[in-house]
C-alpha cells in the first residue's frame, strides 16, 4: 500500500493539476472565465491535497503499524467519487457550454464522398478550397442575404432592397468564401445597351482583403463587359485600383441625407404622379439626357415608391423617383430641363414621404446643391465619377441631376 500511495497516487493528482492548469492558462478557455473550469480546478486542488496530505500518511501509519484503519476504505472511496463528478460536469456541462460564451472551438473537418472501389465513403477533406481556386461566377437573387451580410462584413448598411434592385435590373457577380459559408467578393454589372455599362458594389470581406480579391473581381467585370465602355462611382479607397485598370475620373458627385424642410419660395413648377401613359415620354427624356438605349426609367418603375414628372403646356420637362433604402428614401434618378424643375420634383417627392431623403447630385449643379442644404439636407461624402473607354458621360448632363443609385449608374 505504501507503493501504491507514493509511486502512483501522489503523481497522478500532481499530473491532473499541472496538466490543468496547462490547458485553462494556456488556450481561451482560461481558468477563471468559465465556471466548469474554475469548479473543477478547486476540486482538483481539494482532492489531490487530501490525497497527498491524508491518504498518504494515513497509508503510511497503517503500514507501520500492521492495523487495520477504516480510513484506508474512505479515502480512497472519495477520490473516485470526486473524480467522476468532474467528469459527470465536464460532459453534460450544467453551466452551459463555454464555446457559447465566446471560447472558439476547432471546427469540425469538412467531409467529402469519395469513391472507392465497390463503394463511396465519406471522408475528411484536408483543407479548405483555396480563395485563388475558387470561380468568379454569376450571382442571383438567392444569394441577396449572403450580398447584405457582405456589406455588413464592410460596415456599411445591409441595404437589402438596393441589393434586390441591382440583382434584378444588372448582373451580380462574386466569389464564394473557401471556407464554405458566404461570399469573399460581391459586385454588379447593369448594361444600359451597347453604349455604357456601370459598375457597383464592388465589395471583398473584410477576412479576404489586401489578397487581390478585388482586382480579380474588376477584371472578371471588364472582360464581361467586352467593348462597351464603363462607368462607375469611387470612394478615395477603391480610386487607386480603378486608376490602375484604366479608369479615369471625369466628374464628381456629393451625397445628402436628411429630413426636407421647403425653404423659399416654390418653384412654381406644376408636377403630378407618373402615369402609364407617361412612360414614353420619360423615356425619351432619359435618352435625351443619357443617350443610353436602355433608360433607367424601367428600373425605378419596378422599385421605387413614387414616380413623379413635372410638365408645362408642351408636356413632361422632368421626372424623378425615390425608392425605400433602409429608413431613408433614395431621390434618383432625377432628370429635369433646369434646376427650377429639379427643385419642383424633389419637393414633391418629399411631400409623400415621412423618412429622410437621400440623393448624390452631381456637383457641377451647385444651385440645386446649396438649395437642399439650406432645405435639412445635410452633406456626407463625394464620390468620384469614373469612366473608362470614354472620356466622358453621353448625354446632356445639365439635365441629368442625380443617377438612380451611385452603383447602377
Known sequence: MKVFGDWLVTPVALLSLTTGLVLSLGTPWGLTRHRLVWVKFWLTLVTGA???????PGISAATALGIPDSSLVAAPAVAPT??????????????????????????????????????????????????????????????LTACADLSEDRGWPRE??????????????????????????????????????????????????????????MRHLVAEAGDTPL?????????????ELGFTVTGRAEMVRGHFRPSGPPAGVPTRPATADDLPAILR??????????????????????????????????????????????????????TQTAKALVTSLAAGTDRPLRTDIDVRHEELLAWVKVCGLEPVAFNDVMTYKIPALPGDWTRRFAPLTLAAG
Not at 231 to 243: D, K, Q, S, V
Not at 301 to 324: C, L, S, T
Request: with cysteine; aromatic share 8%; glycine share 10%.
Open 82 to 143: 470526486a473524480y467522476f463528478f468532474m467528469t459527470a460536469i465536464s460532459v453534460l456541462k450544467p453551466w452551459g457550454s463555454p464555446a457559447a460564451a465566446g471560447v472558439s472551438e476547432p471546427p469540425p473537418p469538412l467531409h467529402v464522398k469519395r469513391w472507392t472501389r465497390d463503394r463511396c465513403v465519406s471522408q475528411p477533406d484536408p483543407m479548405p478550397t483555396s480563395l485563388a481556386d475558387l470561380p468568379v461566377r454569376r450571382l442571383t437573387l438567392g444569394d
Open 160 to 217: 437589402e432592397h438596393k441589393w434586390g434592385l441591382l440583382l434584378a435590373s444588372g448582373a451580380g457577380y462574386g466569389i464564394d468564401a473557401p471556407e464554405g459559408k458566404g461570399l469573399a467578393a460581391a459586385s454588379v454589372l447593369t448594361s444600359y445597351g451597347p453604349g455604357l455599362a456601370t459598375i457597383g458594389m464592388v465589395l471583398v470581406a473584410q477576412r479576404h482583403s489586401r489578397q487581390g480579391v478585388g482586382r480579380r473581381v
Open 231 to 243: 462607368t462607375l462611382h469611387a470612394t478615395p479607397n477603391g480610386r487607386p485600383l480603378y486608376e
Open 50 to 56: 487530501a490525497t497527498i496530505f491524508v491518504l498518504r
Open 285 to 338: 427624356l432619359d435618352t435625351r439626357s443619357s443617350a443610353w438605349t436602355h433608360p433607367r426609367a424601367h428600373t425605378a418603375a419596378a422599385f421605387a415608391d413614387q414616380i413623379r414628372v413635372a410638365e408645362d403646356k408642351n408636356g413632361i420637362i422632368g421626372y424623378a423617383a425615390a425608392w425605400p433604402n433602409m429608413h431613408t428614401h433614395v431621390v434618383g434618378p432625377l432628370i429635369a430641363r433646369d
